[in-house]
């Protein structure tokens, strides 16, 4: 399984940025997908996550999408504050699962002033 990160870089506060994942070696249909967050000394925090029926989904400034039959998931980021700077982290889980199975590596996204 393969779970790669794109999108990510600098930004001014207020500003957008879309994240990509692509995966690769599962059964991405049937998996639930999220989009993590670290910052250093901070647990690794969940931004969205999307089921495998759904297009998309929104809480406040950001939504996730994710498209199968691309294999790939989605972070709309609008309005960034600068304490959306962080490392993001896409990930997958089996329905059944409790906990996130796979990972991607991660992109940095810095949002500045």
């Known amino acids: 399984v393969q779970l790669v990160e794109s999108g990510g870089g600098l930004a001014q506060t207020g500003g957008s940025l879309r994240l990509s994942c692509a995966a690769s070696g599962l059964p991405f249909s049937t998996y639930v997908m999220g989009w993590f967050r670290q910052t250093p000394g901070k647990e690794r925090e969940l931004v969205l996550e999307?089921?495998?029926s759904f297009v998309d989904s929104v809480t406040g400034r950001f939504t996730i999408s994710r498209d199968n039959a691309k294999n790939m998931v989605y972070l709309q980021m609008n309005n960034l504050k600068l304490e959306d700077t962080a490392v993001y982290y896409c990930a997958a889980r089996g329905v059944e699962k409790a906990s996130y199975e796979y990972w991607g590596q991660g992109t940095q996204v810095t949002v500045s002033s």
């Open positions: 999307i089921h495998s």
